[in-house]
């Protein structure tokens, strides 16, 4: 597609509930990643890909937190058993080179997935 | 620990003046600086960026300058456009360990009539 695609837009959870969000990069790229942003801050890293190998989730907040590429496309971060910390904008990026951020390496995001935690 | 600060949260300039917008970081590490604009309801988008071999980047309306010595960064907008309202933030990385965008917390610009 022309941009990164992410879905849903807006998710309500109850407090336990697992959600999942999708993030349909651009055609092609191979450089995927997850942010997170709380409300009033900056974008926080939350894990890398490269096609379908996750080799960075250091940013990863816990154990609660798992996101896959199976096919080296589309990704999916799922949250089990959410809390209300979990609250933010889940920023999806990807980029067509193969090192995670070279010279000036654009990223682009997507818009973004807003959860709401009850 | 905030590595990243954007210390004004929020700036208000008459269109046509000149905006700054500040930055600063902590790691000499970092050799690597962008900035981003964000609009409501959007992801954010690359804007200009510069590397620590240079202290000056300019892109049309837009210039980007790195104190290395004060671990300062700042951009410039000039003239001033009502469409230039958003939040900006400032991101740093370092190259040699090609790891992930570290970023500010993000300055919302308002550019008035």
């Known amino acids: 597609g022309a941009g990164v695609s992410q879905s849903p837009r807006y998710k309500v959870a109850k407090r336990g509930q697992d959600v999942a969000l999708r993030c349909d990069p651009i055609?092609?790229?191979?450089?995927l990643f997850w942010y997170q942003q709380a409300l009033g801050q900056g974008p926080e890293f939350l894990t890398y890909f490269q096609n379908e190998a996750q080799l960075d989730k250091s940013g990863l907040p816990s154990d609660r937190f798992f996101a896959e590429r199976p096919e080296g496309s589309v990704s999916t971060l799922k949250i089990q058993r959410t809390q209300q910390e979990d609250s933010a904008v889940y920023l999806c990026?990807?980029?067509?080179?193969?090192?995670?951020?070279?010279?000036?390496?654009?990223?682009?995001f997507g818009a973004g997935s807003r959860l709401t935690v009850l | 620990d905030q590595q990243v600060k954007q210390n004004s949260p929020s700036l208000s300039v008459q269109e046509g003046r000149i905006s700054i917008l500040n930055c600063d970081y902590t790691n000499s590490m970092f050799d690597y600086f962008l900035w981003y604009k964000k609009y409501p309801a959007e992801g954010p988008t690359f804007l200009i960026s510069i590397s620590s071999i240079k202290d000056k980047n300019e892109d049309g309306r837009f210039t980007v300058f790195l104190n290395k010595s004060a671990k300062h960064l700042s951009l410039h907008i000039v003239p001033s456009q009502p469409g230039d309202s958003a939040v900006y933030f400032c991101?740093?990385?370092?190259?040699?360990?090609?790891?992930?965008?570290?970023f500010g917390t993000g300055t919302r610009l308002q550019v008035t009539l």
């Open positions: 055609s092609g790229h191979v450089s």
């Open positions: 990026a990807s980029s067509s080179l193969i090192r995670q951020l070279s010279g000036a390496n654009v990223l682009t």
């Open positions: 991101a740093v990385y370092s190259t040699g360990t090609a790891s992930k965008l570290t």
